[in-house]
């Protein structure tokens, strides 16, 4: 059975930092590119940030550019988002994700990944 288990998540001040982890298991992830997602309550699931199955390539949404690194270790079968200078508007339950393609592809679409994680919430107060 695959699971992808998402944690650190909590409540941080604005301009603080936070870094979440997913640890997998039933599935290799040394193959696969991984996400990051995350979800207001009434809004639609934003993509966040992707890595490739190395780590060696990475795409962030606009909106973490320059605040947020996704970083992985492959050797624990595990990834992370580091967050950082964090907001209020980054208030969220975030995901981690699987690619549904092995390769070294990276993806925004919720469509191109198939296994989801149970998500970790992150509040930011001001």
């Known amino acids: 059975q695959v699971q992808l288990v998402e944690s650190g998540g909590g409540l941080v001040q604005a301009g603080g930092s936070l870094r979440l982890s997913c640890a997998a298991s039933g599935v290799a992830l040394h193959s696969y590119s991984m996400g990051w997602f995350r979800q207001h309550p009434g809004k639609e699931r934003e993509f966040v940030a992707c890595?490739?199955?190395?780590?060696?390539?990475?795409l962030y949404a606009d909106s973490v550019k320059g605040r947020f690194t996704i970083f992985r270790d492959n050797a624990k079968n595990t990834v992370y988002l580091q967050m950082n200078s964090l907001k209020p508007e980054d208030t969220a339950v975030y995901y981690c994700a699987k690619s549904r393609l092995d390769g070294s592809g990276l993806y925004r679409a919720i469509g191109e990944y198939d296994y989801w994680g149970q998500g970790t919430p992150v509040t930011v107060s001001s």
């Open positions: 890595a490739d199955w190395n780590g060696g390539s990475v």
